[in-house]
């Protein structure tokens, strides 16, 4: 029998021995954990577990909603500057030397899994067979011979996507880009009800394949550190990392923008700098900026009270929201790391794994932390800098005529008359890459489409044209395809179309 406390004060106590008893049965099951480690991997668990130590410490600490809503304000007017009107500045003549401050770091630790792809997803092919890596790729190359700059690569992987990489880098050896790479952190899956370790020892294979993940893209900072690469970047004279998502095709490097950030004077030294875009109905998840305690803060959904989610997800009172497009200090990033003063709200993300074991991985978001560094900034950009390929869908838009690439960079077709992306839906028929690319015979004509929603056994022949509104649906057991050379405009197609050859 327990006895429970009877106020306030016993209860405190009791919370807190509980927790105490909590994380001495956790620091106990990370030592026999790292006990099965073996030799440099041993060092590497090491600090991978200190990390999740210090998280799991402050998961403990946490009661309730991270923000209170009655303390939320709108940034104040100067904390968020529109792109035009730091163009308006224009460029000095040695961008040169801000280049050569400059890393360039892409978040490449997703795997291509809900795109029905195998390995790393920045190996799947978005245009002209190059895939996402090729043209990060490119468009550094195209930066660093344009302005005989020496503007490296970064490549942030996790154990998930970090051998397949290495493979591939070995193809861009003689190009004009220094590549790098570190890991991020491996951190162990933790059991709901016990809140222990899910993983019986550190393999990676057979019964421990699930047991581990990669803990957000927060880990940046941590895991940039601890790499010591950090350190080598500061050493030759980098003083700043512009980090985005690698699926983000709008995520290039501005040069408008980095001459903002160096040409700070030093006491206003901006150290974080958040790419912000105009909201519209499909962004209403996407993390914003609000005024919080006196500092600028990133507010993510996962953070706002229930009763506080459709004014969050309201396009006229947050108008804003994060790209992910994020340029940062270097000097700040180890200085923060140094005193332990890097705070980012903690991600509770739970998963159900195979015999319907419920787990929960502790996980932290990179532009959560905006709050630690001084004097930093929001910067509205086009909605062009911001073009991520989560879906097929997305795929089918950088694929097609709407964009037209050039030195690894997909810009909007000139010929496009309204400078807005069609709404495209495609149904489960195209989830997958490969079933996606047996249904287009070629991609289709889409410079006058608004919107396209494909659902069902849908086909699509040569030099399709569409425009307007098209709504394309087979039911279950029809099959439309759309013959060569069609046009459709403002259509709606259903029921059953095939045209077979005499």
């Not at 991020?184 to 990676?204: H, T």
């Not at 309204?418 to 149904?427: I, S």
Request: one cysteine or more; proline letters at 4%.
């Amino acid at each position: 029998k327990v006895n429970l406390p009877s106020n306030s004060n016993e209860m405190a106590q009791f919370q807190e021995v509980m927790r105490q008893q909590l994380e001495s049965s956790m620091h106990a099951e990370l030592e026999k954990l790292l006990g099965t480690a073996k030799g440099a991997k041993a060092e590497v668990s090491k600090k991978d577990f200190e990390g999740f130590r210090k998280l799991f410490h402050r998961f403990l600490q946490v009661k309730g909603p991270s923000v209170e809503w009655s303390k939320i304000n709108r940034p104040p007017e100067d904390s968020i500057q529109p792109y035009d009107k730091i163009k308006a500045k224009g460029l000095p003549d040695n961008i040169a030397d801000s280049l050569n401050k400059l890393v360039v770091v892409k978040l490449n630790g997703g795997l291509g899994t809900s795109m029905g792809c195998k390995g790393p997803k920045s190996l799947i092919s978005v245009r002209n067979e190059n895939t996402f890596l090729d043209l990060t790729v490119k468009q550094i190359e195209h930066l660093n011979k344009t302005y005989n700059a020496d503007v490296p690569l970064v490549l942030m992987n996790s154990f998930n996507t970090d051998e397949d990489t290495k493979k591939i880098l070995q193809k861009y050896t003689h190009h004009r880009v220094k590549i790098h790479t570190f890991n991020q952190s491996r951190y162990p899956r933790i059991n709901k009800e016990s809140l222990l370790p899910v993983a019986k020892d550190m393999a990676m294979t057979g019964e421990n394949a699930d047991v581990w993940y990669p803990p957000g893209h927060g880990d940046i900072y941590a895991s940039f550190f601890n790499s010591g690469l950090l350190e080598q970047l500061i050493a030759e004279g980098k003083e700043y990392i512009f980090v985005s998502n690698i699926d983000n095709l709008g995520a290039t490097v501005d040069l408008y923008i980095l001459n903002h950030l160096v040409s700070q004077p030093n006491g206003k030294r901006c150290e974080f700098i958040m790419e912000v875009t105009d909201k519209t109905r499909a962004d209403v998840k996407g993390g914003t900026l609000i005024q919080y305690d006196g500092k600028l803060r990133l507010l993510e959904i996962a953070q706002v009270p229930k009763a506080h989610v459709d004014e969050f997800k309201s396009v006229s009172k947050f108008k804003i929201f994060n790209t992910n497009n994020l340029w940062i200090s270097l000097s700040a990033i180890k200085r923060l790391q140094e005193q332990n003063a890097m705070d980012m709200e903690i991600i509770v993300n739970p998963k159900t794994l195979d015999g319907d074991l419920n787990v929960i991985q502790l996980e932290t978001a990179v532009g959560a932390a905006i709050k630690c560094f001084d004097n930093a900034l929001g910067i509205n950009v086009p909605r062009s800098r911001f073009l991520p390929v989560k879906t097929t869908s997305d795929l089918l838009l950088v694929m097609s005529n709407l964009y037209s690439l050039e030195a690894g960079s997909l810009t909007m077709s000139e010929r496009r008359e309204f400078p807005t992306t069609p709404h495209v839906k495609l149904g489960s028929s195209f989830t997958k890459v490969q079933e996606y690319l047996t249904r287009f015979e070629s991609i289709p004509d889409m410079l006058e489409l608004d919107h396209l929603t494909v659902s069902g056994d849908v086909t699509f022949g040569k030099h399709v044209s569409l425009k307007g509104t098209v709504i394309i649906i087979a039911n279950h057991g029809d099959r439309i395809d759309i013959p060569a050379g069609s046009m459709l405009e403002n259509k709606i197609v259903s029921g059953n179309l095939r045209i077979l050859d005499h």
